[in-house]
């Protein structure tokens, strides 16, 4: 498919710097947004936005004619938020031990407390209710969570999306709808009706 | 239609993306199945509060930071490898490249190498066959002037002179 950003990433292949920026110029929000729903940390969106950017400019050479720029800025974010998440995680599973063990001496409490504060009638505020939907969407499993913020934050097309996420069409809908419903019950309280 | 076929059909019913007859059938299924109705309903709940999150805009700076994180990972890419940064700046001096891909620059170093190698051998193959002619010109010059001043020696010079001439012919 030739589209301008495909003729923009040729130009580059001439040497065009410029063509390079303009591609930057116009998808750094959408990457930045992108990672930050993913991560939930503005100064971590920002420095792995960057490193999209450091990646796309090395391998822009070997970037294929055919190819969406946009899918494919994707998912070089998509797949660099996943190795954060994973390291973070194994750093978590190493941490978290520790913690427990300082803990020990005190009241055995559970580390994760349910929120018994919440009362329907209270009225949340856009950022509160902001705030609850990033921290339900920070759950999901990554492959849910990319999958439902390309579709829902991003605008993609099931096609983009799976370009993306390398899966089908087929794979792309049935993550969609078991983020949805997985945020559902996440949500539960939030949601209306 | 059952309540496992909407299921299996509710995203494209929720983005408008499914065929009409099977539209209009989902929705009289609804009509009738309060289950499944009150779960698209929450879908689409859920669908608009992640869809209503604001959109994040990249921090202020961060194309000329950007810049300058590509600019030195570029710096130590190349500083690293010093036969990639001897051939940028030859390529920057004198082809007028900016970006450099080496692999035609080993490919003429190494062209270089074979032309220079096959020229020494030649010259080499030259040398050693002037060398040996000389030689046996000595040696033909001693033998003759060895049986002019000893002639009842024996009649070898004679010989070895014919003998000369095959081996410079061989050669």
Request: aromatic letters at 8%.
């Amino acid at each position: 498919m030739l589209n301008a950003d495909t003729v923009l990433a040729s130009t580059h292949q001439n040497d065009d710097c410029e063509a390079f920026d303009e591609i930057v110029a116009r998808y750094k929000d959408g990457i930045f947004n992108y990672i930050w729903r993913m991560v939930s940390n503005r100064d971590d969106a920002e420095d792995l936005a960057q490193e999209v950017f450091v990646r796309a400019f090395a391998s822009m050479k070997s970037f294929r004619r055919e190819s969406n720029v946009r899918t494919w800025l994707y998912r070089i974010a998509t797949n660099l938020c996943i190795d954060k998440y994973r390291r973070s995680s194994i750093e978590k599973q190493l941490i978290t031990p520790l913690m427990q063990s300082a803990d020990c001496n005190e009241d055995a409490k559970p580390l994760d407390v349910p929120d018994t504060t919440y009362d329907p009638e209270r009225t949340y505020d856009r950022t509160e209710l902001q705030a609850e939907v990033q921290r339900a969407l920070s759950k999901l499993p990554d492959k849910l969570r990319s999958v439902i913020i390309l579709y829902d934050i991003e605008g993609m097309s099931y096609e983009e999306i799976a370009e993306t996420v390398s899966c089908p069409i087929g794979t792309v809908k049935s993550r969609i709808f078991n983020a949805r419903a997985q945020l559902r019950k996440l949500l539960k309280p939030y949601i209306e009706g | 239609m059952n309540c496992r076929r909407i299921r299996k059909n509710i995203i494209d019913y929720m983005s408008g993306t499914l065929s009409k007859e099977k539209t209009e059938r989902i929705k009289e299924h609804l009509l009738s199945c309060a289950e499944c109705s009150q779960l698209i309903a929450e879908l689409e709940a859920t669908s608009h509060l992640v869809r209503s999150l604001d959109r994040a805009k990249a921090p202020a700076g961060f194309e000329s930071r950007l810049q300058t994180r590509i600019a030195f990972q570029q710096s130590v890419k190349t500083n690293r490898n010093p036969i990639r940064r001897f051939a940028r700046d030859f390529a920057r001096a004198f082809i007028g490249m900016r970006r450099l891909s080496l692999r035609p620059v080993i490919a003429g170093i190494l062209f270089c190498i074979m032309l220079g190698v096959s020229i020494l051998m030649i010259i080499n193959n030259n040398v050693a066959q002037a060398t040996d002619q000389a030689f046996i010109s000595v040696c033909q010059e001693q033998h003759i002037s060895f049986a002019a001043a000893n002639p009842l020696a024996d009649d070898s010079a004679v010989l070895l002179k014919d003998r000369a001439s095959d081996l410079a012919n061989e050669l």
